[in-house]
């Protein structure tokens, strides 16, 4: 009965836990369920019922989840605290819907002032003219701009003009399960810090008797960034017009991968969030993930760490980030942007950054919330806030072909890779090849 109960309690808590933008910005892993009955708008203050002297600012995102009620706590607080008349009306729906409503009300003129997006989508909306250039933020706001770090803020850049200023960000990290250690007679507070020690680790730590793996590898190509610039490799060359991945730092990569699967140290065909349940049953060891589990794993009071990702065996990392913005749309008049960015700066200020970081388990990307004392004294949070710093942004910034490569290419290659049907050498020459077709070579 007690094993019937657990698997229940597992099951509710994985389907209920969000996943980026994209990686993680915004859409944390998208693959985790959302009911969208649960989903409702936001009744807030409409512009036929506020004051004549109210400034309505309409605010679309997608935070479906535990962290959409955050969000609608730190509005809500706004909208009482600000003397300047604004209202934030607040609109909450599922991404793929936000989605559809978006591109049609960028079209019409209709789109609200302000809307949550991951800097993936930038190139898109910036590049139809759907969004206005922020880059006057800064002066505007009096902020000290170098206070935030700089690989968070340079998604955003399009073509030498500023997009969004970020709401949230997230790297990737290694979770791993310090009971599975303890029975494995590994040290829980030690996970691997190198490739090396990650093959070692996850060997001991896998029992195809209790179907137990070391390490749980998702089938996406996020699995392969994870590695490959810490082993050296690009996917492109430096001007980003040509494949760089049929590389040596590539098929070493994608040998170790091959060979997790090969020993059964991991599942073969798991998705993301596959492997988030696989890990939440405490049937993988280790797994790589972005932030959004820890506030659903401390729930379920699973022992687990979480910390930097395994660097190369020479000390490099680099892991993939994923970072959600504010924009402010061309459907705002002159006094709905000033009145965006006052809610902007809002945001951005030490005391939200620091309560979003706490409450909701993403990292601190600001030094001042990072050196913050109760910052410093949370385990978690002391240690991933440091790591924001090693997040090299998405696999292809700025390249509105990259969800063609991922689907086209990457994905399904890796997948190939991963079931022993290709080899490491074929896999990185044809993602190389690939890569090229879509950029036209």
Avoid: H
């Avoid at 800097?119 to 701009?145: Q, R």
């Avoid at 060891?285 to 932030?291: D, L, T």
């Avoid at 809002?346 to 109760?374: C, H, M, Q």
Wanted: charged share 20%.
């Amino acid at each position: 009965m007690k094993k019937s109960l657990l698997w229940i309690v597992v099951l509710i808590l994985s389907i209920s836990m969000v996943a980026a933008f994209s990686f993680a910005g915004c859409k944390a892993k998208e693959e985790a369920v959302v009911e969208e009955e649960a989903v409702v708008e936001e009744e807030a203050v409409t512009e036929e019922e506020a004051p004549a002297e109210t400034i309505l600012v309409r605010f679309w995102n997608g935070f479906t989840a535990s962290d959409g009620d955050i969000l609608r706590e730190i509005v809500a607080r706004f909208n009482e605290e600000n003397e300047l008349g604004i209202v934030v009306e607040i609109n909450i729906m599922p991404w793929d819907n936000m989605m559809e409503k978006l591109a049609p009300s960028l079209t019409t003129g209709t789109a609200p002032e302000l809307i949550l997006l991951d800097s993936e989508a930038v190139p898109e909306y910036a590049g139809s003219g759907g969004l206005i250039p922020l880059d006057e933020f800064w002066d505007w706001s009096g902020l000290d701009k170098g206070n935030y770090a700089q690989n968070i803020l340079e998604p955003f850049v399009f073509e030498d003009v500023t997009y969004g200023i970020p709401m949230q960000c997230s790297t990737t990290y290694l979770y791993w399960n310090k009971d599975l250690f303890i029975e494995a007679g590994l040290d829980p507070e030690q996970p691997p810090k190198t490739f090396d020690e990650l093959k070692e680790y996850a060997a001991k730590l896998t029992d195809l008797s209790k179907q137990q793996y070391g390490f749980a590898v998702a089938n996406d190509s996020q699995s392969i960034a994870y590695f490959l610039w810490s082993n050296g490799g690009e996917w492109l060359n430096s001007d980003k017009t040509e494949a760089a991945c049929d590389s040596p730092e590539m098929i070493e990569v994608l040998t170790m991968l091959q060979d997790f699967g090969k020993d059964g140290v991991t599942p073969i065909g798991m998705n993301s969030p596959d492997c988030d349940r696989l890990f939440t049953a405490g049937k993988s060891a280790m797994f790589i993930q972005g932030p959004w589990l820890i506030n659903g794993l401390k729930q379920l009071g699973l022992n687990f760490g979480i910390g930097a990702t395994p660097a190369s065996n020479s000390g490099e990392l680099w892991t993939p980030s994923g970072v959600c913005g504010y924009m402010v749309t061309e459907s705002a008049t002159e006094e709905g942007k000033i009145a965006a960015f006052e809610f902007i700066k809002y945001w951005i200020s030490k005391d939200i950054l620091k309560e979003w970081t706490l409450r909701n388990g993403f990292p601190a990307w600001s030094d001042e919330v990072i050196a913050d004392e109760e910052v410093q004294n949370d385990p978690i949070q002391s240690v991933l806030g440091p790591l924001t710093q090693y997040g090299r942004g998405n696999i292809f910034p700025g390249m509105p072909e990259a969800g063609q490569i991922r689907d086209d290419y990457l994905n399904p290659l890796f997948e190939q890779l991963m079931y022993n049907e290709i080899t490491p050498e074929d896999c990185a020459r044809q993602l190389a090849e690939g890569i090229n077709t879509v950029l036209g070579n």
